[in-house]
């Protein structure tokens, strides 16, 4: 008696498609279900002005001394340092990962040109720092980021 094999190149073709379709579909319904977050509401005119944020960032690189900043994990603080001829300026705290935490603050510098802020109730990971600021009627870019833990 000749007995025919079970599993042939037939059914491991068919096995294969078979796969490849769940495989697919999972995927597809996987991406369909994941959060988006633009990078910035108005992405397309941040890409026009880019030029000007190249300028920036050179102007700041060509500067003797420029904003520095520090996190202290042990006392969830931001301590900022600014130059002494700085005007003004706004820092923003981004967060890569979900744009509804991002954090704006004015600079609002003390006696000794810092400025510290209390990000205790954060939530922890990955923030980018920007900080844009004016001096002497021009205008400067500085970033940088730090891990919350």
């Known amino acids: 008696m000749n007995k025919k094999p079970l599993f042939n190149w037939g059914w491991g073709i068919a096995i294969f498609y078979g796969l490849f379709l769940v495989i697919a579909i999972g995927s597809a319904i996987f991406t369909s ?4 977050f633009l990078v910035s509401e ?3 005119q941040e890409g026009i002005d880019y030029q000007d944020q190249i300028d920036k960032i050179q102007r700041t690189s060509d ?3 420029s904003v520095k900043w520090k996190y202290d994990p042990n006392s969830h603080v931001v301590q900022f340092k600014y130059p002494e001829n700085l005007s ?3 820092i923003i705290f981004y967060r890569p990962s979900n744009s509804n935490l991002d954090r704006y603050a004015k600079i609002d510098r003390d006696e000794n040109n810092q400025q510290a802020i209390n990000i205790r109730n954060w939530q922890k990971g990955f923030w980018k720092i920007k900080v844009d600021w004016q001096m ?5 870019f500085n970033e940088g980021s730090i891990d919350i833990k």
């Open 33 to 36: 279900t994941l959060d988006y």
């Open 42 to 44: 108005d992405y397309y």
């Open 63 to 65: 500067l003797a001394e």
């Open 88 to 90: 003004s300026g706004k």
């Open 136 to 140: 002497n009627n021009k205008t400067y």
